[in-house]
């Protein structure tokens, strides 16, 4: 795959809360009953605590939420059906006992020191735009704990070939001062960085990112342009405030 710059100047239940019997199993103690990895999408799993259970919901292993699922009878259930929602009462307990505190979701790839680094590498590479050549690399794995790969140098004239992988997140390359700043428009040669790429296995599509002096900007197929501007000038060489 050959990604290609064209030439400069082209351009939120009602207040209900449950009644949660944490004293079945031993008072002060809150003991998990249960602990079920549900195989169905986004990640859910159910945590019993005490006779009550709770919805985790998970994102490359991050807790992004947590919703109130129900009590088993007996003590604070009054019978009700295990997997009916929304018992009024008082409150569950703090699930931050067996939680902790709460985790801060991963910052934008963009953001992150890593990827910063790694674009910093990859425009002294292509000599700070000076070259006509391009530079980059490739995030692969898992989106909390990423690998920044440097893309192998190919010598192409506003150019940049590779053969994607099928743990490809992202890959980023830059656009030297005599191409254009944006990122390139659709080509009859295949997939380019205005709309990413599909990597191999499963598929999935990839998003490819452009530095160039004008900015850093990301492949979006929703956007008219097909790109969408994430940091101006040489600012994605900097840390995000």
Known sequence: MALR???AGNSHTA???????LDTWGHPQIIFA???RATRPFGLEVMAIGNCYFNIFREDGIITSVTFGGCFGGGGGGGQDPFSPGIPGGAPGDISIIMGPPKQPPLPLECRPEFIAAARAAWQRAGNGMFNTEAGFFVRGGFSNPAYVPAPYTNELRKISFRPQPNDLAMMHTHPHSGSDFPSPPSERGPVDQTGYFRPGDHQWVPVYTGSKAGLYVSDPTSKTGYTQLRQGLDWLKPCL
């Open 5 to 7: 710059d064209a030439p």
């Open 15 to 21: 207040n209900r809360r449950p009644t949660c019997n």
């Open 34 to 36: 249960a602990y079920v």
